[in-house]
């Protein structure tokens, strides 16, 4: 079962992951153990690598980092293929994610101070966490709500058309677009941060539009959805009938 992705990106990755999913699919494998064993060896191995900056480390995270997102993709299609798909698995997916950022970002935070001794970026880096995880609450609320996932393709959304603020709004809320999830995601400050060679200072852009990320993840919760209000058009928009 394909997944269409309109974030190029996570389009190309889950093409990768669909063609070594058709390589060793008759392995049979346990997506839960695929998304925990690749978390316990990669993710270590990404933050030691992302605490030391030059060619050969950046080389390094560069490795890691595409080998993990494509796992990460590949446990899903696992589940999805093999008709494994189960709420513990998705509960634990969702939490490495999350504590997979946080890492990174303390990873990040280490290296500005080690090699800048910035205390702004240290700043950032707080400011960072603090605000993915007011948006990771936020989405987790959407989820089970409203069955708004943040991951392409699983969203229940109305298809019809929809004006710009609202789909604005919704790509916010769940950035599947590329012009909204390379604002909105680590992973496209975290791969410019490595090629450029300028790690710690994407967490500048990256805690300011979460911030901005986070306050209108609580408009929209909190005084659109919320309310229940069946006559709001977003309220529309987002629930289908």
């Known amino acids: ?28 494998l346990d997506p839960n153990k695929i998304t925990g064993y690749s978390f316990i060896i990669f993710v270590p191995l990404i933050f030691m690598s992302l605490l030391n900056n030059g060619i050969i480390y950046n080389t390094i995270s560069f490795v890691l980092l595409s080998i993990y997102t494509i796992i990460d993709m590949l446990d899903g299609t696992f589940a999805r293929n093999q008709n494994k798909e189960s709420e513990y698995g998705k509960e634990i997916d969702a939490n490495l994610d999350y504590l997979y950022l946080l890492i990174v970002m303390v990873a ?75 604002f909105f995601t680590l992973r496209y400050y975290l791969f410019l941060g490595i090629i450029f060679n300028l790690k710690p200072f994407i967490l500048i852009p990256f805690a300011l539009f979460s911030f901005i990320r986070s306050i209108i993840l609580f408009f929209v919760y909190h005084w659109l959805l919320k309310r229940d209000n069946a006559n709001s058009e977003l309220y529309k928009a987002f629930i289908d009938d």
Request: hydrophobic share 40%; charged share 20%.
């Open 1 to 28: 079962m394909s997944i269409r992705d309109p974030d190029l990106f996570a389009s190309l990755i889950r093409k990768i992951s669909d063609s070594i999913f058709e390589l060793i699919k008759k392995l049979n």
């Open 108 to 182: 990040l935070s280490i290296n500005s101070f080690y090699f800048f001794e910035s205390k702004i970026l240290v700043f950032m880096c707080f400011i960072s966490i603090i605000f993915q995880s007011i948006n990771s609450y936020f989405g987790l609320s959407f989820k089970y709500k409203y069955s708004v996932n943040e991951y392409s393709g699983k969203k229940n959304i109305k298809k019809e058309k929809l004006s710009f603020s609202q789909q604005v709004l919704l790509n916010i809320v769940s950035p599947n677009r590329l012009p909204y999830s390379s």
